[in-house]
């Protein structure tokens, strides 16, 4: 009895061996000599731009898997523990405070893609100078983005900012605000599409990934935007090391190409604008 056991058990873990042989090797036949290449993204416009680059990069020899990201955290610890090759989702400003702030990230930008003006949407108001005193506004809690929304409201004349704070402009550098705007209400980004849904404030802040992303209608609600002159490119990342691979050149290449950049502004109407160098 013992010895039929002991055959059953072999019979089993045998097959269980073979199954996991076969899994391999149909997953080494399926990449066809492929090199593969990992990228993390936010899920709009990023994660749809590398989808729509996929077939050219498969040309090329390279197979694409996209991983999507609902925050701004992640894709940076990620691509700092070599889980991701790259990732795509972020400007100058905010990589340079989060190399700032963790000194393990040792990271370089290999490429602009693509540019999102930060937008404030309103479903009352028409304007910023038709706030009321005191309006509420909500903003994302990320400080890099502070210093490309004060501005907006400091062009429109609503407040005024002390003197050469330029894009690292804090609510505290606020030196003039005749309407007391109250900009205390600091969400995380990835909630600022639903608090203006829900009817929050009397303007919202809204990172145009997120707004996309919860189908927040620009044209309708925008009320004020960036200047074109002014808005940080989203940048494609890597760890130091990787800036010269074969595969991340390609990538950046087929991003960049003629292809890429009319997706971009078919898909998304001005609302995402590429950067032409």
């Given amino acids: 009895m013992k010895k039929i056991v002991s055959f059953i058990l072999l019979?089993?873990?045998?097959i269980t061996l073979t199954a996991?042989?076969?899994a391999?090797?149909?997953?080494a036949e399926k990449e066809d000599g492929n090199?593969?290449?990992v990228v993390g993204a936010s899920a709009v416009p990023h994660?749809?731009?590398l989808d729509a680059a996929k077939p050219?990069?498969?040309e090329k020899g390279i197979d694409l898997e996209v991983q999507v990201?609902?925050?701004y955290i992640l894709p940076n610890v990620t691509l700092r523990d070599k889980d991701l090759d790259a990732n795509y989702f972020q400007t100058p400003g905010y990589l340079a405070l989060q190399m700032e702030e963790n000194k393990d990230f040792d990271f370089v930008s290999v490429g602009e893609i693509h540019k999102e003006p930060i937008g404030i949407y309103s479903k009352e108001y028409k304007s910023l100078k038709d706030l009321p005193n005191g309006a509420k506004i909500i903003m994302s809690d990320s400080l890099s983005d502070h210093g490309r929304i004060l501005p907006i409201f400091e062009k429109e004349g609503l407040i005024k900012l002390k003197e050469g704070v330029g894009a690292n402009a804090r609510v505290e550098d606020i030196v003039e605000n005749p309407k007391n705007l109250d900009f205390s209400t600091l969400i995380e980004a990835k909630l600022l599409a639903t608090s203006f849904e829900s009817g929050e404030g009397d303007a919202v802040v809204i990172n145009t990934n997120y707004a996309l992303e919860g189908n927040v209608d620009i044209g309708k609600y925008g009320i004020a935007f960036e200047g074109d002159d002014v808005v940080p490119a989203n940048l494609v990342v890597v760890r130091s090391e990787d800036k010269d691979r074969e595969e991340i050149k390609a990538l950046v290449e087929v991003l960049k190409s003629k292809e890429i950049?009319?997706?971009i502004q078919e898909k998304y109407q001005g609302a995402v604008v590429t950067v032409t160098e």
Avoid: R, T, W
């Fill in 20 to 22: 996991c042989g076969g």
């Fill in 35 to 37: 090199k593969k290449l």
């Fill in 24 to 27: 391999k090797n149909e997953s």
């Fill in 56 to 58: 050219l990069l498969k």
């Fill in 47 to 49: 994660a749809e731009v």
């Fill in 261 to 263: 950049q009319d997706f």
């Fill in 69 to 71: 990201f609902q925050d």
């Fill in 11 to 14: 019979a089993i873990i045998a």
